[in-house]
């Protein structure tokens, strides 16, 4: 995983969320980006590229439907008991995808395949999250 990447979610998995205005990095709230503020500055222009609509491709989801489905059987449970942070699942395909040699899909893009597959994604007490699907390995450890 890049480290701009993981930075990205540890501060989204602390309620953090991220504005950006040119080449100016937001954080609210800001207690969620302080245990590292210091590696944020030090990536900052990566974390703005990769926040950017235009810094990741966006391809149709036609072209994704595969590799998505593929990721969901590998990563994934379904299951109407369960919801999983659609910011975590988001990074979690674009670092399989980036790993298989393939390029990471748009924010937009991964929301768009999840709704076409009959997940419903909405915010919850500022947290986007899907209905019905969570990451494996979170799932087994409740079984």
């Known amino acids: 995983m890049s480290a701009a990447l993981e930075l990205i979610q540890i501060v989204e998995s602390a309620g953090g969320r991220f504005m950006v205005d040119g080449d100016r990095l937001g954080i609210v709230p800001r207690e969620a980006a302080a245990p590292v503020l210091e590696e944020l500055r030090l990536h900052k222009v990566e974390i703005i ?11 149709d989801s036609t072209e994704w439907r595969e590799p998505f489905a593929r990721w969901l059987g590998f990563a994934c449970v379904i299951s109407s008991r369960c919801f999983g942070g659609v910011a975590c699942l988001h990074i979690a395909f674009c670092e399989w995808e980036s790993g298989r040699g393939g390029v ?21 007490a500022g947290v986007v999250l899907v209905s019905g699907l969570t990451f494996r390995e979170d799932f087994e450890v409740y079984r």
């Open 104 to 124: 990471p899909c748009t924010r937009d893009t991964f929301e768009r395949l999840l709704t076409e597959r009959g997940f419903l994604v909405g915010e919850v």
């Open 49 to 59: 590229g990769l926040l950017q609509p235009n810094g990741i491709p966006s391809i």
